[in-house]
């Protein structure tokens, strides 16, 4: 019988090692298969020898243990991957993924010091996420040209230094760097990208079980980042104007939203503006409108410039441009219509025939909670504002009126705010 099953198992673990599982289930396997040969020979020897009976009962404990170790193994290891897919795939959002990866990372290692992943776009590694063990996650260091993770992500195989201190790949490195690290690319489809390293203070390298486990969770964190920049690829085009690659209405819309909660959670102001060019029209009729999205480009991606990076441009339609400024009072947004109407008569465009395209701009300001405490009636009352602006008073911003209600159209203007000279 013994022999019988001795045959059988030789023939699944050759029949596994021409399979078309994947590399770590035939590992996993086969490591089974390998204990459960172990016993059979054993217990086929202690059968034979006839003086030595007593060794069977003691082959099958051990054989048991052995067994019953590995499925512990399993199982430990089976419900670390759920957890790490499980946090992986809970969001779309690069940080949110790659501050879980390091987190989960960080979990799997005794002594683990630190974690830092990279991303690796057209042959460049960026910061992604770190984590230290004292709960920093600032980057120690930029990976260096010739250093490790550059290695790993132009070769795209994981490497293991047992011992930073005495490795080449570590020559040029700050002498307080010490212990052991791994290194391990981070593929999706053959294509590295991004690179995961881990390290901890002792010396020595790691063990056959962690190395698995940071294998299948690189795997996991490669799909997830994947899926993560698709996302964020294709809410760039859902959220930004075609024409000239400003956020959109859309765009505008949420950021709006987000705007008014955070200004009743701070009980602090925030300005609206509302923009539209003057001598437009004249430009498409003139030149085209070809010419004229050339012209919009160039201009509103000229207007963005130079901004708070707290504030938030946006094309709103046609060419009227919204201008959000977070923590801003009327006086603060006044100083800043101020710099616009300034900003503007700077302008100009080049147009094919080598004339000169100048334009100017007309605007209306609202301030929340002053002029109007959800998004509808803010954005109502600056468009009222700048309606009364285009109206009676070109090239000037006026401010909205207080509490505006149903977009009024009366023809007498209120508060026109002029241009400095």
Known sequence: MSASAHTILNEARRSLEESGISENERRELI????????????????DDDSGTDERAPAASTDFNL???SRLKQQSAELETLRSLSANLTSSLDMATVLEALARESMRLLDNALAVHIFLYRNGSLEFGAGLQADGNTELIAMPRKDGLTYTVAREGKAIVVKNMRADPLFQTAPREWEGSIISIPLKTNGQVVGVMNLSRITTGGFTESEKRLLDLLADQAAVAISNAALHQ????????????????????DERLNLEIINARRTEKPFGLVMMDLDGFKQVNDTHGHIIGDQVLRVFFNYMGQGLRSSDFLARYGGDELTLIMSNTNLPSALLVT????????????TAPDGSQIRLGISGGVAIHPVHGRSAPDLLRAADEALYRAKRHQRGAFMVARAGTGPL?????PTMPIQPKS
């Open 408 to 412: 009024a159209l009366e023809d007498s």
């Open 31 to 46: 490591s089974l298969l390998d204990i459960l040969l172990a016993s059979v020979k054993q217990a086929t020897e202690s």
């Open 233 to 252: 690829i294709v809410s760039h085009k859902a959220y930004s104007d075609t024409v000239t690659g400003l956020p959109n209405r859309r765009a505008l």
């Open 66 to 68: 052995a067994l019953l």
């Open 338 to 349: 101020d710099k616009i109407t300034e900003k503007v008569k700077r302008f100009f465009f």
